[in-house]
């Protein structure tokens, strides 16, 4: 079953890999926290290697991502993922306002808080049909190949 959640994870495009992963899902299931999203994408993904564990290791880690990834995505899907149309405004109406050259180390620097500020509201936008359609395919998983009555043959298979 550890095999199942992996080739689940790596099927999902690498954004939503690194969303699931980092900070937060290596950190939950380690106690430590990566350095970045890279870092943590890799040990997730180690954490996930099943070929020299023993029975009770691969029995432990699968509940283990089971619940995790559960609890993040249930986590995500709980957010207030809208943006208060006032605040898209007033951050429109400040562009609008304020006048720098491109050139000037002030005018470098509000360009790259421009964009900065444009990912922030585009992730917020897609952010939850991202969290909508994890949900989406971690339930379709769950009720094909990960349901409790095959975490229940799982968890007696691995035991005896």
Not at 15 to 20: A, P
Not at 72 to 94: C, E, R, V
Not at 107 to 136: I, Q, R, S
Request: hydrophobic share 40%; aromatic share 8%.
């Amino acid at each position: 079953m550890l095999n199942k959640i992996k080739e689940w994870f790596v099927s999902l495009p690498i954004e939503c890999q690194v969303e699931l992963a980092y900070p937060n899902g290596h950190s939950l299931i380690t106690g430590k926290y990566k350095d970045g999203p890279k870092e943590s994408l890799d040990a997730f993904l180690n954490y996930m290697e099943s070929d020299s564990l023993s029975n009770e290791e691969v029995l432990k880690r699968t509940l283990i991502l089971y619940s995790v990834i559960d609890m993040i995505i249930t986590l995500k899907l709980s957010l207030n993922w809208n943006i208060p149309q006032n605040l898209i405004d007033a951050i429109n109406n400040s562009r609008e306002e304020v006048s720098i050259p491109d050139e000037t180390p002030t005018g470098k620097l509000a360009k790259e808080w421009e964009v900065a500020v444009d990912n922030a509201l585009v992730y917020t936008m897609k952010g939850k049909e991202l969290w909508e359609e994890l949900n989406k395919s971690w339930t379709e998983l769950k009720k094909k190949e990960l349901n409790i009555t095959d975490l229940m043959n799982f968890t007696i298979e691995y035991l005896s």
